[in-house]
């Protein structure tokens, strides 16, 4: 008997039909012989009509009222996939945050979870009872609901598992794993197995965008096993989890880089378009020139991506290149421009919209040399040229003319190897 | 400085236009130095929504999971109120039912309230805020949510009141007071100023449905002022409470008989149609005839209304008549008739659906022998024919046939002298 965590976000629980759906792949593992807390998020298209009417009520709100509003919808979906349960003849209940309760910092809007109190759920799956539990919200020291930000249900399975301590947290979706690259663009795309935390931490910041970020970091922090897979699979076609907590189903399995055997040097390819780049050129190269040039972004919202910095040929000024979203390139211009008028000096100023970044990711960079070379190499030979090159222990990105980006992004599945092999 | 309590419901919160002047009525008392807790219904519509789900999910389902999800109207409500209030400079924070907390029985579905902690509450008026709670709901000692049945607004505002020794509590409807009748039915209908907790328990439960029969039983045991109001009043043209609490605007004042000075002798008359009566001759009189009567029919769920007992001839058997919904007649038969095959001695029964109930009101008959005959009279100066008569302290109650039904009302209203006197 093993412990299970399963999450279900929005599409899989968009009306009493698909929680219905959702409640069959729970009863497979209960009738399995499997703990499980089920985490949902609320239904589909629930959270806007309720951020909606904030706006509504005022431009900029108190975070916490919003709060308090926004929560609700996962009080009902979580109530209604207890019912549902229930009616299976699954024994259910559901609990809100705060009665788990599911502590959190009192960063409103945006919260932390800072402590699961697991007694209450080991207590209550004990005697033999599914908990579900809402996704996405917690309590503050004082009381108050708390969320935790937009796709915070992934983080709160990931915590509801660690603190019951499950063999494995199921993240049900729309899609069925992680690829290794856009499907929509390599059709030979494969779904991938087994991806490691750090690869896939890679793949969900670069725009593969099946999980959230935090909950990623908080599954390696935690050793939480991940497996993304489809709530839309028949639930009596896929086995349950194995007695010994053993994954034998469809989906992709995030976890530690030991239990991957057979480690591909490269493990995806992912793609981000829009992105603009600006080059200073001259830059004073004292102490504290990057602080003068991204701090003045910082402060205008502006998220900065790929930076490189080169060494001067003087050893006294120094060329600065960096990415933005294409949306950002007029506001970031007008900021520098104003800085250079005071704090930052620089001889000139450059830049251009209609970038993409290209990156290749793979634990198995680190014992492979040439992973870089090799990459620019099989580029080249497409004709396309680079602009930038960002390389990190297990990812080298490169910066292309956005009309390129398919061709890089076939070229490069085709070149590691990752097509999906004909049937 | 006065304390007050506001509740809106749902009508008054349907939208975020409404919910802003449902604020500035709050606004308008707390310009005025006054301390304010809010208590609101769900945005019209909401509830009904959620309860649809629930149904859908199971349609006989976990009153705790039903409560879970239809309770989330309120919080959403709640919120928003608080935002808008905000918005108009009015410090505000919203309270769930188990964040006050609002402690209540476990019934889920139709709980009682046990208590109310104010400690919080008045903490939180004491630094300037308006305390936004939600109604309809609380918390059970298993620290589930629960709610109070349909309604339960009303309750949850009186009881809140009671909690913080308010001077009053002001429930904002869809009409701007209790009437001495219907006014479709009597279009010379007069807003009743004052009002007694009794009279006003008779004419609720009557069918003049303003204020939920709970809440003004609770209101009287607790000595809470009640308001019954429009929230469509423009607000800055409706005076606020009074420094002293006063009541000075529009609206119906319920409060205790002492209140009153000139009291009415009849101060309202009601109707409730669609009314079938049964007779059962030759019951054979003897201790426990009445549980045979309507035990069967109690088990049916059937809810009888009046009931009258005549002594017999010859002290040995007994007529009874009643009355119940048309709606519910032939089921009553069946019982009756099947009763009368076992447990049930009767020689013969009879009814006929199409009855009218028709009642006057009014603390004064207590002093004031003859209200009943001259009741009577008024009625038979008409042509109309009396079936059944009831008389309680302060209500006598006849029930005539259907088609007579407006033509009494307007008669009686007439006779008692309510009609609203020509402007």
Redesign the interface.
Known sequence: MATIVMKFGGTSVAD?ER??HAARHVKREVDAGHKVCVVVSAMSGKTNE?VA??R???PV??A???D??V???E??S???M???L??MGVPA??F?G??VPIETSDAHGSARITNIDPKLLFDRMSAGLVCVITGFQGVSPH???TTLGRGGSDTSAVAVAAAVEADRCDIYTDVDGVYTTDPRIVPKARRIDRISFEEMLEMASLGAKVLQTRSVELAMAKKVRLVVRSSFDDPDQVPPLGENGDWQGPGTLVCDEDEIMEKQIVSGVTSAKSEAKITLRGVKDNPGVAAAVFGPLADAQIVVDMIVQNISDDGKSTDITFTIPDAEFDKAMTVLKEAGETSLEFDSISGSKGGAKISVIGVGMRSHAGVAASMFRALSDKGINIQLITTSEIKTSVLIEEEYAELAVRALHTYYGLDMEEA
Do not use: F, K, N
């Open positions: 009493i929680i219905r309720l009417w904030t509504e009520a005022a709100h108190d916490r009222e919003y308090a509003v929560a609700s919808g009080q009902v979580a109530g209604l207890s019912i549902v229930q009616e209940r559901s809100a705060w009665q009381g108050r609901i």
